[in-house]
């Protein structure tokens, strides 16, 4: 390919990708790699801004976790978005099966070992 036309190609993947094309077989496509980038997680005030976020968009007037629930859901979520959504939401329904106004530490634990046990 290098004689007849050039050829741009993104790769975007999970960071086993990185891996896979550390393998022999991909050591071509590996030396053609011009850029690489690794998103890592949200850090504690970006994770906080971002569950801040997501309850103003459902129409919460006010955040609905308290200070240690918030830090708790950053530090087992190391700031994935994905994790932070899939816990924040379990203590969310922990919440609202126990009427409580507000999602504490209590119900991000049980949302925790809901998830470790999935």
């Not at 103003?56 to 708790?72: D, E, I, K, M, V």
């Not at 087992?76 to 899939?86: E, F, W």
């Amino acid at each position: 390919m290098d004689a007849v036309t050039p050829f741009t190609c993104i790769l975007v993947g999970q960071p086993d990708l990185r891996t896979v094309l550390r393998l022999k077989a991909f050591e071509a496509i590996q030396q053609r790699v011009g850029l690489r980038f690794h998103l890592g997680g949200l850090s504690e005030p970006d994770t906080t801004d971002y569950v801040a976020h997501h309850c103003h968009q459902a129409g919460a007037p006010r955040l609905l976790f308290t200070p240690s629930a918030l830090r708790l859901l950053f530090v087992q979520s190391q700031g994935l978005p994905r994790v932070i959504n899939r816990l924040a939401l379990g203590a969310l329904w922990d919440a609202a099966s126990a009427n409580a106004a507000m999602v504490d530490e209590p119900h991000m634990q049980r949302a925790l070992a809901e998830w470790r046990e999935a």
